[in-house]
């Protein structure tokens, strides 16, 4: 899991949730690259994304994050206990 800069949270904090305490986002890097699928929990920590076994990307190289309310199974740890995301 990865944290995102502040100004990442303030956004999120402003835009609908996916579902209970999460978003699923398309995150634009400053390189042009598009990762799809990313699960974002509590508004600031880069949990899961789809389909890769870790997150390869650092938070501080986004450039726009794009929510898209895609629906997928993910699971990750949050203040101590497991959630599941449907």
């Known amino acids: 899991m990865k944290t995102l800069p502040e100004q ?9 949730e996916t579902g ?7 995150i634009t890097l400053r390189d042009g690259q598009v990762i799809d699928d990313v699960a974002i929990v509590d508004h600031c920590v880069v949990a ?16 726009h994050i794009r ?13 101590g206990r497991d959630r599941a995301a449907m």
């Open 8 to 16: 990442w949270r303030k956004f999120l904090l402003a835009q609908p």
């Open 48 to 63: 899961e994304v789809r389909g890769q076994p870790d997150i390869s990307f650092d938070p501080a190289e986004i450039k």
């Open 20 to 26: 209970m305490g999460y978003h699923i986002a398309a």
């Open 67 to 79: 929510i898209t309310h895609g629906k997928w199974d993910f699971r990750h740890e949050s203040a």
